[in-house]
């Protein structure tokens, strides 16, 4: 078994969702990051949420075998959120082959398609497993252990995305067969909550 640690990014102030904390939206038996968390620690032992906005409340209902890292420059975007969040992981962890980046506002990106890409990664045979967006490549994605200490040092304006295109050759995309929508607007989250519930 790959040792794949994984990172939640879920830093950010949810500006299009009226005033509601995104991350405690109630979820199934529990919250959407809930549901993430959930998720994620189905496939991997190791699991590390960035928080950034209202971090306080959010840190709270995150379960105590999780770990949680504040990123004090959220606002500067994912790519601070990821830089902050793999240095961490690079201080717990000190050998492993790939880290998986996904969002926490993705609930239908559940532990089954994670393993498929963790499946697609163990084939070693690609430095990056990406979830494919039509012609475009994003997260959740695997990338490689050597790629680790480059996405450690991302800036605000350099994320996930970006990394993928430089290594567009070296990368796979894998398909969500839909499951890919986030939850952007109090619109979305109302429509998706009341088909899954």
Known sequence: MASIPILILA???????????????PWADTTLLGHAIQ???QVS?????????????IEQRIPSQVETIVN???????????????????????????????????PFLDADYLQKLVRGFNNGEHAIVATS????????????SSLIVELSGLDQDFGAKQV??????QAKGMDPEGKEIDVDTMETYHRLYASNH
């Open 72 to 106: 004090p420059d959220w606002e500067q975007g994912m790519g601070s959120s990821i830089s902050v969040g793999v240095g961490h992981i690079l201080n717990l962890c000190k050998t492993m082959d790939g880290v998986l980046i996904m969002l926490g506002d993705q």
């Open 45 to 57: 032992e190791t699991v590390v949420v960035v928080l950034g906005a209202k971090s306080d409340m």
């Open 164 to 169: 993928i295109k430089k290594y567009a050759d």
């Open 11 to 25: 830093a950010g102030t949810s500006t299009r969702m009226g005033g509601e904390t995104k991350q405690l939206l």
């Open 133 to 144: 967006y039509g012609k475009k490549m994003g997260v959740p994605a695997i990338f490689k």
């Open 39 to 41: 998720q994620a620690t």
